[in-house]
């Protein structure tokens, strides 16, 4: 079955501090998608990336995949409280179902 | 305002007894799907459905049964077969049938705890 792995699966980080979370997997992807998740609610959906080498921005939040269209990152500029949050990572084998990695907690401390 | 709609929030129900969780969604989105959230294994699907009246089994699709008798509804039972019922459950949709494009709308979820 297809997986996807996200790292780190916690981070924590000081306002206005740049991080990245990763997401990879073993297998091609036709394509990944980031959501954000806010504790006991929904996900929304952020970003999608099809081509490899793609880069997306919104906002302080840019999304890359790699040439092999394996791996993913997901940066922040400048973090702030409202960047908290569960980002999963998703992709879909072209079937009619989008599995997701296990999430990468973030926690930013005014 | 358009969106999924999922009830009950919270539920609480003891061991044995069949529950169901309400999705509805007001956005004309032809395709609809639960997810199921557990702590550390992200979401993992258990039913979809591509159009009314037709739904195909998730990855764990074992002791849960759906119905989709209207586009904007698609509910879903949780049986006394299911073995670890609580969980965190999420209803989704999307615009087209096929979910190529990846962009799901969510529900707020809903929490289901088995005493």
């Known amino acids: 079955s297809q997986e996807l792995e996200q790292s780190p699966q916690s981070l924590i980080v000081q306002e206005g501090k740049n991080l990245t979370i990763n997401c990879t997997s073993s297998k091609t992807l036709y394509g990944l998608y980031w959501y954000k998740q806010k504790y006991g609610e929904g996900l929304i959906f952020l970003m999608m990336?099809?081509?490899?080498?793609e880069e997306k921005s919104h906002e302080k939040i840019t999304a890359k995949l790699d040439e092999k269209k394996q791996q993913s990152s997901l940066h922040i500029t400048a973090s702030q409280p409202s960047h908290a949050g569960i980002y999963l990572c998703g992709s879909s084998t072209g079937a009619n179902n989008l599995f997701f990695g296990t999430g990468t907690r973030l926690t930013v401390i005014p | 305002d358009g969106g999924i709609t999922q009830s009950p929030k919270y539920l609480f129900r003891k061991e044995g007894q069949n529950v169901t969780l309400s999705c509805e969604q007001n956005l004309n989105h032809d395709a609809m799907y639960w997810y199921r959230q557990d702590p550390g294994q992200g979401l993992r699907l258990i039913y979809y459905s591509q159009i009314v009246n037709d739904f195909q089994k998730g990855d764990i699709a074992e002791g849960y049964s759906v119905s989709r008798e209207k586009k904007e509804s698609f509910p879903l039972t949780v049986t006394s077969a299911q073995k670890n019922p609580t969980a965190f459950y999420l209803c989704?949709?999307?615009?087209?049938?096929?979910?190529?494009?990846?962009?799901?709308?969510f529900g707020e979820g809903s929490r289901l705890t088995v005493l």
């Open positions: 990336l099809q081509k490899g080498g």
């Open positions: 989704a949709s999307s615009i087209r049938q096929t979910i190529a494009t990846g962009e799901l709308f």
